[in-house]
């Protein structure tokens, strides 16, 4: 089998991880079992390109069970648990290249190596495999009968990739479950962006100025948890609609040129790029911290802050000091990179549970398939949708009300009124 990770050695401690993940995925558990008795998945090779992280490994066990063939790469550099890779490869012989701080030409070496397996599925998370494959290696896409794309940002790119007629296979975006995006990225990016802040700077939240740049599904969410730590929280939007929500929930709302001077913490989360740059850094006050929690590292413009910079040296683990010339230091955590992947663990398990189950019962759906998926980006089934959340509940011992046949009546006539 070949691979190429940090440390093999590092295995015992990798399985402890994914077996400790693995008790706060039960849905997934419960699709494992399915899958090792049906074998919906037999015959198939899945690339996937995924932070390797605990959770990423119970959704590859899953996949192997269901009798595929997998391999899986880093969807980030920064976001790699080096034992969780010798895990995989040592104790459950999933084959896996990715290095933690890999550089970027390994980066894309290793998406080459995935898909060498000539896979028939794909499984991404910011649509790095699809687009190797569209511009590198179109000569595969024949053999693949779809993909899944897990985060808003890839979407976006499959989005703008079919508007342009240069989609080539399809694709479902598994992001834009209810199951996932409202769960996940509200509650799991939340939790974790807040996680990433406090490992990198260990700094009190409660009474600073907490600004957030984007106020999305993964915006309110690190907004709430914020302020539940006692933060006055900042929102800077460019869509009235969502301003207005930050508003009416009770927060702050203002330009990014207003909040710039008056941020002690930013949070940019927004799937854009340059959303705070050099005017930005030339108001910002001494000692101001800076991370980033959408997908690419181009949110916060780096390269402004190195230019403006006299010296960038590192403070703490996953936090540099940037020198700007007038003596102000500003910090930012994990090189721009995601703030919870980087600094932190990434998601709960029990919140990847969701998003990895929904991706699981996708590639069920789609090796089931008896007619190919027409090329586009596709919603995921609502049944599966609905599965999950259902699984979900029973599995936390919650039992919900249902219609009786008076109420579904009522629920489907139009000539009742008062
Ligand atoms: N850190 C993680 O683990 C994690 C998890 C899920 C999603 N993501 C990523 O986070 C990003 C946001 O995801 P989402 O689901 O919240 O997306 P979303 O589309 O729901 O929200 C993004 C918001 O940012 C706003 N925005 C865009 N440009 C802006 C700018 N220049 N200034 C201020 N606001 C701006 C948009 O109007 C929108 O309201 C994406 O890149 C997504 O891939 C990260």
């Given at each position: 089998m070949e691979y190429d990770i940090t440390?093999?050695?590092l295995h015992e401690a990798g399985r402890r991880r994914i077996e400790w993940a693995n008790r706060q995925m039960p849905v997934l558990q419960l699709v494992r079992q399915e899958f090792a008795e049906q074998q919906p998945l037999g015959g198939e090779r899945i690339g996937c390109c995924l932070h390797v992280t605990s959770e990423t490994a119970n959704l590859m066990r899953t996949l192997k069970a269901g009798g595929a063939e997998v391999a899986l790469c880093a969807s980030?550099?920064?976001?790699?648990q080096n034992e969780v890779g010798a895990s995989l490869v040592t104790d459950y012989e999933i084959p896996v290249f990715a290095r933690h701080g890999e550089d970027r030409e390994t980066y894309y070496n290793h998406i080459n190596a995935v898909l060498d397996i000539k896979p028939t599925i794909t499984i991404d998370d910011g649509a790095d495999v699809i687009s190797t494959l569209h511009s590198e290696r179109p000569e595969q896409i024949a053999d693949i009968k779809a993909g899944m794309e897990e985060t808003t940002t890839g979407v976006i790119r499959l989005r703008a990739m079919a508007a342009d007629g240069a989609l080539k296979y399809p694709l479902i975006a598994v992001n834009d479950a209810n199951t996932k995006h409202l769960f996940d990225n509200y509650y799991g990016t939340g939790q974790s962006t807040i996680d990433g802040i406090l490992r990198a700077t260990n700094t009190l939240l409660a009474g600073k100025n907490f600004v957030v740049c984007g106020y999305g599904d993964c915006g309110r969410g690190v907004c709430r948890r914020a302020a539940g730590m006692g933060a006055k929280v900042i929102v800077c939007e460019v869509d009235p609609l969502r301003a207005l929500q930050a508003t009416m929930d009770g927060y702050q709302v203002m330009p990014i040129a207003d909040a710039a001077g008056i941020g002690d913490i930013f949070i940019t989360v927004t799937g854009?790029?340059?959303?705070?740059r050099r005017e930005q850094f030339e108001l910002m006050k001494d000692g101001a911290v800076l991370g980033n929690s959408g997908?690419?590292?181009?949110?916060?413009?780096l390269p402004d802050l190195r230019e403006m910079s006299t010296t960038i040296r590192t403070v703490r683990p996953n936090l540099e000091a940037y020198q700007l010339e007038d003596g102000r230091e500003v910090f930012v955590i994990?090189?721009?990179?995601l703030t919870n992947l980087a600094a932190a663990e990434g998601h709960p398990a029990a919140v990847m549970d969701m998003s990895f189950a929904n991706q699981a019962l996708c590639t069920a759906y789609v090796a089931g398939l008896s007619e190919p998926l027409a090329i586009a980006v596709h919603p995921v089934p609502q049944e599966i949708d609905e599965r999950v959340a259902t699984l979900k509940l029973q599995t936390m011992g919650i039992s919900i009300d249902t219609l009786t046949p008076e109420q579904e009546e009522y629920l489907a006539s139009w000539k009742m009124g008062t």
């Open positions: 440390d093999v050695e980030n550099p920064l976001s790699t854009d790029r340059s959303v705070i997908h690419f590292d181009v949110e916060i413009d994990g090189q721009g990179r």
